[in-house]
């Protein structure tokens, strides 16, 4: 795997120690053909990264945890590069030759390195869906001045990406989201106060990270995933729609004008999507398991339960109502996460979420007429000033100054870009007027 090829994709991996870096490593492994890995990024997990630099040979690796860089340096072979702190993972892009830069990255880090590499004319293959959430006008805009891809890892989008290929934009009716509907698509809603952090962690389907898991255990992860979809496909809002599929065999589906739809099945492995990702517009044969439609169960559709997981119509309305996506800046990487005792509060996380997004709000961006406009309720108004780092950088229309608002329990946003979905309700209409 170590081996230079000259046919082979040259792949920056930020999140290479997570499940999607793993399944990464993965295709790399089984297609040495066509993939190499040449830059590793990880955010605290040393002794996992040290051991993928020594199997790739990779020259550059960063670690964003100051102590699990310092562990890092002792262990790395000579020769290797570390890059530490959230400049690393900008240093480690502008430091390797590479022609893909796959972000797997969990939340808002993998904004920046995301948009270096752009600049740099490397395309993105894109598994972490904030960098598009939060910024997406950003994002799409940077790659179409700069003729970069943005390739779809998650696997709804990939699915859809498939689906349209071939097609024109005008020809689509609907996008068709499909989500397992998570550990408690059918318990009624009168016991979803007793659910456990346990329960909500064993997702049916699919095998992810914690946090992506309980954002699936919500369906807020489905919310996030239809903004992103606005943003990949530059589809409106009212044409993306979510539908439950128990299974995760079909990924997702695309309606077109003459009624007819497309879908893209395959077991529940993110190889698939990777592997689609890095070598498109190729198909190339691989060793992941089949589908036998002759073995396979009923496929099975219903539609989502919006009441009792507000999480899809929060997202609907706050793509609709500003014209630009929110995310869960800071917020949301952290909260999401849950209590680490035994009871969830259900309230936060289930029922009450609109709730949740107006109590925990600390800051949210909008655009308006080219400038960044700055919006919060008044009863965090104090907080949000006192906490600045640098007050003259809030007036700043430059979208791209850094800032840190914090909070005992947040850092909330990084960039002026970046949305925060936790005051999606109670600020975005006043930002979008």
Known sequence: MSAANSTAKRVILLGSTGSIGTSALKVARDLPERMQIVGLAANSSADALVQQAIETGVKHVALTDAAAAAKAQAQLPDGVTLHTGTQGLIDLVNACEADMVLVAIVGTAGLAPALAAIERGMHLAVASKEILVMAGEAVTEAAKRKNVNLLPVDSEHNAIFQCLEGHRHSEVRRILLTASGGPFRQLPADQLPAVTVAQALKHPTWTMGRKITIDSATLFNKG????????LFDVPMDKIEVVVHPQSIVHSMVEFADNSVIAQLSHSD?????????TWPDRVPNNLKPLDFAKLAALHFEAPRV????????????????????????????NSLLPSHKSVVYERN???LTKILERTAYFLTAWKHGTYYRTYPEYVQDEVVRNLKNRN?????????PFVVEDENLVTARFPAIWDW???MTACTAASR
Request: proline share 8%; charged share 10%.
């Open 224 to 231: 996030l995933e239809m903004i992103e979809a606005k943003w």
């Open 270 to 278: 993110m190889c698939f999507p990777i592997q689609y990702a890095v």
């Open 307 to 334: 009441d009792d997981f507000p999480a899809i119509n929060l997202a609907r309305h706050a793509g609709t109502v500003t014209g630009h996506p929110v995310s869960v800046g800071g917020g949301n990487p952290h």
């Open 350 to 352: 289930l029922t009450a």
């Open 393 to 401: 950088q809030f007036k700043t229309g430059n979208p791209f100054t």
């Open 422 to 424: 936790s005051s999606a």
